[in-house]
C-alpha cells in the first residue's frame, strides 16, 4: 500500500530536550515536506526537500532541522524545543512538479511542556 | 510573494445542496496548480482535486468541481448534493515550481458543517 508514515503519532516532551520525528514514504517520490497545522493558522511549510541532499526552508524553519540522507526518509528534528512549537505536524511527499498533488502522513501530535 | 486567501472561516449547507468554498490567490508566477484538501475531524489530509493554471477547463472529480477563474486569481471549491460526510474542514493550497524551489502554501481553511 503506498502510503506515508510518521512516528510518533503523539509525543508529550519538556522544553529543551531534543526530538526527532521521523517521515518515511514508499512511493519513491523525490520530493518530501513537513508542515505545522495551528488553529486558525491553516498548514505552514517548515521545510522541504527536492531530492536526496536537498533540502529548503519553508515560511516557519525557525527551530527545526531536516535531512534528507535517502529518499524514502525525511526526519524533522527538533533540537531544543519550546512550547511554541507544540502543534500538530505533517510529512508529505509527491512527485516534483507543480501539477502534482502531496501525499500526508496522518500527523504527530506534539506537545512541548 | 504567494498567498492564499480563504475569507469563510465556517459554513453551514443542508444535505443534498450545494455549497462553494471561496478561495482567491495571489502570484506573480504564470505557472502553479491549485489543490483542495479536506481534513475530516479523524485530521487525515485527503486530496480532492487538482487546477492547473494552463488548464483551459475547470476541474472536476465527481461531486467536486473546482470554479477557475485566472483573471480574478480565484478558485473556487463546489461541491453538489452535499452529504453528511462531507463535513469537515477543506483547505485551498498553491503550488509553485521554480527552479530551485518547489513550495505549497495553504490558505487557513473553512470549516464546513452538513445538517440534515
Known amino acids: 500500500e503506498a502510503q506515508v508514515t510518521q512516528n510518533p503519532r503523539y509525543l508529550i516532551t519538556v522544553t529543551g530536550k531534543k526530538l526527532t520525528v521521523t517521515c518515511s514514504q514508499n512511493?519513491?517520490?523525490?520530493?518530501m515536506s513537513w508542515y505545522r497545522q495551528d488553529p486558525g493558522l491553516g498548514l505552514r511549510q517548515i521545510y522541504y526537500?527536492?531530492?536526496?541532499?536537498?533540502?529548503d526552508k519553508g515560511d516557519v524553519p525557525e527551530g527545526y532541522k531536516v535531512s534528507r540522507k535517502e529518499k524514502r526518509n525525511f526526519p524533522l528534528i527538533l533540537e531544543s524545543p519550546s512550547p511554541n512549537q507544540t502543534s500538530l505536524y505533517f510529512c508529505?511527499?509527491?512527485?516534483?512538479?507543480?501539477?502534482?498533488?502531496?501525499?500526508f502522513g496522518p500527523g504527530t501530535r506534539l506537545t512541548v511542556t | 510573494a504567494q498567498k492564499i486567501t480563504q475569507t469563510q472561516p465556517g459554513m453551514f449547507v443542508q444535505e443534498k445542496e450545494a455549497v462553494t468554498l471561496d478561495c482567491t490567490y495571489d502570484?506573480?508566477?504564470?505557472?502553479?496548480?491549485l489543490f483542495w484538501y479536506k481534513q475530516p475531524s479523524s485530521g487525515e489530509m485527503i486530496f480532492l482535486i487538482y487546477?492547473?493554471?494552463?488548464?483551459?477547463q475547470n476541474a472536476t472529480e465527481g461531486r467536486y468541481s473546482l470554479n477557475f477563474q485566472k483573471a480574478r486569481k480565484s478558485a473556487n471549491l463546489v461541491i453538489s448534493a452535499s452529504q453528511l460526510g462531507d463535513s469537515a474542514m477543506y483547505f485551498c493550497?498553491?503550488?509553485?515550481?521554480?527552479?530551485?524551489?518547489?513550495?505549497?502554501?495553504f490558505g487557513t481553511g473553512t470549516r464546513l458543517q452538513v445538517f440534515p
Open positions: 508529505a511527499s509527491s512527485l516534483a512538479g507543480s501539477s502534482y498533488e502531496q501525499y
Open positions: 512511493m519513491n517520490h523525490e520530493y
Open positions: 526537500s527536492m531530492n536526496v541532499e536537498v533540502t
Open positions: 502570484t506573480s508566477d504564470p505557472s502553479y496548480g
Open positions: 487546477q492547473g493554471s494552463y488548464d483551459q
Open positions: 493550497a498553491m503550488r509553485e515550481k521554480g527552479y530551485n524551489t518547489d513550495k505549497l502554501i
